[in-house]
Every structure is written in C-alpha cells, then in structure tokens.
C-alpha cells in the first residue's frame, strides 16, 4: 500500500528556513505528479506547489511564489519543498499529495489528489 511520510517542520521565527520532505513508500514516486497544500486552523486547505513528473513544470500558489521551491528527486521517492523568508501567515500543517490522474491541468485543486499525507506542522513566530 502506497503512503506518503513528511517531515522537516518545526517552529522558528520570522525570516527563517525550513525544507520539508516527504517520501513515497510502496509506490514509484516517478509515476506520479505531486502537489503540496497547507491548512491553517479554521482555513481551508490551500494549494502551495505542484511539481511534474519529471520536474519539468512548477507552478505556486500566490502567497508562496519567489519564496517557496518545491523538488523532487525520484531515485530517492522524495519530494522536497524549501520554504525561505517564512512570515506568520505561513503556519500551518503542510501535506503532500499525488494526484489521481495524468493530467495536468487544474493542479491547484484539492479534489485532484487522492493520496495524502498525515502532514508536518510549520509555526512561524513574529
């Protein structure tokens, strides 16, 4: 069975870094298409990163673009998502996701995916 493990949150303060990880166990990570969305308490899950298969495309969400990177290195089954300059508007438990179909289109939507992580909380101090 097919599972998806994140890491690499944690609290810090305001500018700060983070990378977090998540690993595909049971399953090829290089079939699939992967997103990272976050959820705020009281907020509605919110799409952070999309990469491709092979790492081709990316697209952002707009709060996160030029400070966010996401990656992705198939050999190891991990997706990465660096987050840089980190404001208190970013807390929240981030999750990866692989989306359920081939196609690329609407990436920035939650009802795409079909497999979740359990999610790593990210707490930015002011």
């Known amino acids: 069975q097919v599972r998806l493990v994140e890491s690499g949150g944690g609290l810090v303060q305001a500018g700060d870094s983070l990378r977090l990880s998540c690993v595909v166990f049971g399953g090829s990570l290089s079939d699939v298409y992967m997103g990272w969305f976050r959820q705020a308490p009281g907020k509605e899950r919110e799409f952070v990163a999309f990469?491709?298969?092979?790492?081709?495309?990316?697209y952002y969400g707009d709060a996160v673009k030029g400070r966010f990177t996401i990656s992705r290195d198939n050999a190891e089954n991990t997706v990465y998502l660096q987050l840089n300059s980190l404001k208190p508007e970013d807390t929240a438990v981030y999750s990866c996701?692989?989306?359920?179909?081939?196609?690329?289109?609407?990436?920035?939507?939650?009802?795409?995916?079909?497999?979740w992580g359990q999610g790593t909380q990210v707490t930015v101090s002011s």
């Open positions: 996701a692989t989306k359920a179909s081939d196609y690329i289109g609407r990436y920035y939507d939650r009802n795409e995916y079909d497999l």
């Open positions: 990469i491709s298969r092979t790492a081709m495309t990316e």
